[in-house]
């Protein structure tokens, strides 16, 4: 009988599951959208029993359309949303307050007090690899204590677990309140600025300066071993082996097969993430990207990673989408983009959460530039979509600068990389090929590679490599000095996002 590894794919806007044989090809995907919750300006939420329900959903509907029994399962993995942040009470199951996610700035003055007291942006930085920013964990769980009586009533009294959305699903499928496993694993934790990247282990003297007790944290594993197993009522009706779990962007690394030290990827999603592995090497940037733990397999050495992300990426098309209402669905914006010929002076600056790398600037809010009489939709179209190109160039200048290597080429992956006229505006601003692998989905894939391995489902990371396979290549046009003008445009539009925030 042949047999699957099931991957969970716990994204910002919707969940996944899909199911992947030994070629690493999806033989069914079901997909379901969870929804946005705004309570005001820079606030952004998510119901955490509603992606339960989702991950619930999509399971099912992932088996059925594969026509498969639990037995044709060899082992789980599971790949999330990073830093999204929850408390629940461990002895109900249920969350104390909803997910604050990865995008809110709620924190942005418990940040600014921590840099005046510990003497600025790195203060933790060579110890966690982070800078002080909203983007992570840690300040979340000091917001959500701070503010919210029952989370801060319930720990207190010791009934409450924190967790990022693979604790949180893992939880859940290993028995809930009846015994779950409070866990997380190494990529997951290095984004919660408790941890030590070197040790893998949490901080004591960090959590103190958070003001954040140990026994709410999980237990650090590593990304690959067998953690537990599913409960037979749970939605895989059987004990099956939970055996992978990795961070959203560290599992499209390893789907993109980037095991190499200089191999590097960037996924166009509701952000956009670059990642460079840098072997087995810590990496401390000099030019404003995250160092992180790319991978751990087992007992195996840690390989690390340089990461740079950008807040808003497809997120940009999204608001076209629903909050401004140009586009009725996000693939037509490129069709309405190739309606005109150039941005028509237009620049976005999608600073909606502050700016991340390279910049961590808090304070920075979005900004359109350029606006006369002339421009229309398309030229809005158009200037989003390049928006996210220019980012992208931000983080590789940044990359070449820290780390001293020019990339030949770049892997992609993510919604973002069907848009054929973004691709080939990429390739142009940066001057390298562009390179889409058959295999989009990554980062369910490099789920499914997590747990794969440790079940021995594959022998190697060699078989990965050997999966790997491209689709399409963009060469850089290479004519025309319009991509190094308009760059030197949007880094003066950037300039204008300081300073929003009082």
């Not at 990304?223 to 009522?233: C, M, Q």
């Not at 820290?402 to 993510?414: N, S």
């Amino acid at each position: 009988m042949n047999t699957f590894i099931a991957a969970i794919d716990q994204g910002t806007t919707s969940t996944r599951c899909m199911l992947f044989g030994k070629d690493g090809i999806p033989v069914a995907v079901a997909q379901s959208e969870h929804r946005q919750i705004y309570p005001a300006p820079g606030l952004v939420e998510h119901d955490a029993m509603e992606i339960w329900h989702k991950t619930r959903e999509c399971i099912t509907a992932a088996m059925k359309q594969a026509g498969i029994t639990p037995r044709a399962i060899a082992a789980v993995g599971i790949t999330n949303q990073r830093e999204t942040t929850i408390v629940w009470d461990k002895r109900t199951g249920r969350p104390l307050h909803n997910a604050l996610v990865w995008q809110d700035t709620r924190t942005a003055a418990l940040v600014d007090e921590m840099k005046e007291a510990r003497g600025g942006i790195d203060a933790f930085r060579p110890v966690t690899g982070l800078p002080l920013s909203t983007y992570f964990s840690a300040f979340k769980l000091v917001w959500l204590i701070a503010n919210v009586k029952i989370v801060r009533e319930a720990v207190d009294r010791g009934n409450a677990l924190f967790g990022t959305i693979d604790t949180w699903l893992i939880w859940n499928l290993t028995g809930g309140a009846d015994g779950g496993m409070h866990i997380t694993d190494v990529t997951n934790a290095s984004r919660t600025m408790l941890m030590d990247i070197q040790t893998l282990s949490w901080r004591e003297d960090i959590c103190d300066a958070f003001g954040i007790p140990p026994a709410l944290l999980p237990r650090i594993c590593s990304n690959s071993e067998e953690y537990g197993y599913t409960r037979d009522t749970g939605p895989f009706g059987a004990r099956l082996p939970i055996m992978g779990s990795i961070g959203d962007q560290q599992a499209a690394t390893l789907g993109q097969a980037c095991l190499l030290p200089g191999n590097a990827k960037n996924t166009y999603g509701t952000g956009c993430f670059t990642m460079l592995n840098t072997g087995t090497a810590v990496k401390h940037s000099r030019h404003g990207l995250v160092t992180t733990v790319c991978y751990k397999r087992g007992d195996a050495p840690a390989i690390y990673a340089v990461e740079g992300s950008v807040a808003i990426g497809g997120a940009l098309v999204q608001w076209l989408r629903d909050n401004l209402k140009i586009i009725d669905t996000a693939p037509l914006v490129e069709e309405l983009a190739r309606s005109v010929d150039d941005n028509g002076g237009i620049y976005f600056v999608p600073a909606f959460s502050g700016l991340y790398a390279p910049y961590w600037r808090d304070d920075a809010r979005g900004v359109i530039v350029g606006l006369t009489r002339y421009v229309n939709r398309g030229h809005f179209a158009r200037a989003a979509l390049e928006a996210t190109a220019y980012q992208t160039r931000d983080i590789l200048d940044a990359m070449a600068g820290d780390a001293g290597i020019e990339i030949a080429a770049l892997k992609v992956d993510g919604g973002m990389v069907h848009n054929e006229l973004l691709m080939q505006f990429q390739a142009d601003l940066l001057g390298v090929p562009i390179v889409r692998p058959k295999v989009a989905e990554t980062t369910a894939l490099g789920a499914a590679y997590a747990a794969g391995l440790a079940a021995g489902y594959w022998e190697s990371e060699d078989q990965i490599c050997e999966n790997w396979a491209e689709d399409k290549r963009w060469m850089p046009d290479g004519r025309s000095d319009a991509p190094t003008r308009l760059y030197a445009q949007w880094k003066r539009a950037v300039e204008r996002t300081y300073g929003w925030v009082e």
